[in-house]
């Protein structure tokens, strides 16, 4: 999850694209980053394992847009193919 937010931040739509799971991916030209967006931390709120091949990660990440903070709550699911952990879905919690 870490790593997925440094991505975004860094608009790493290479790296992005390789941690989602390919039945979910979207195209790349629907991940560009809004230059207007100031991203400013992540906090993981809770990891839930459903087994050993399927986990969920809770977490808000804090961001602004024209000088107006923002926060984005989540709950993503990943699952674990060939060793490695990929993005699938998620769902928003409204704030």
Do not use: C, N
Request: charged share 25%; net charge positive; aromatic share 12%.
């Amino acid at each position: 999850m870490r790593s997925r937010y440094t991505a975004y931040t860094l608009d790493r739509v290479d790296y992005l694209l390789a941690t989602w799971q390919a039945a979910h991916r979207p195209a790349a030209q629907e991940l560009g980053s809004d230059p207007s967006v100031k991203w400013l931390g992540l906090q993981v709120k809770a990891f839930r394992p459903a087994d050993a091949d399927h986990a969920a990660v809770e977490f808000v990440a804090r961001y602004k847009i024209g000088g107006r903070a923002h926060r984005l709550h989540e709950t993503s699911r990943f699952v674990r193919e060939d060793g490695r952990w990929l993005y699938t879905d998620g769902d928003i919690h409204s704030t």
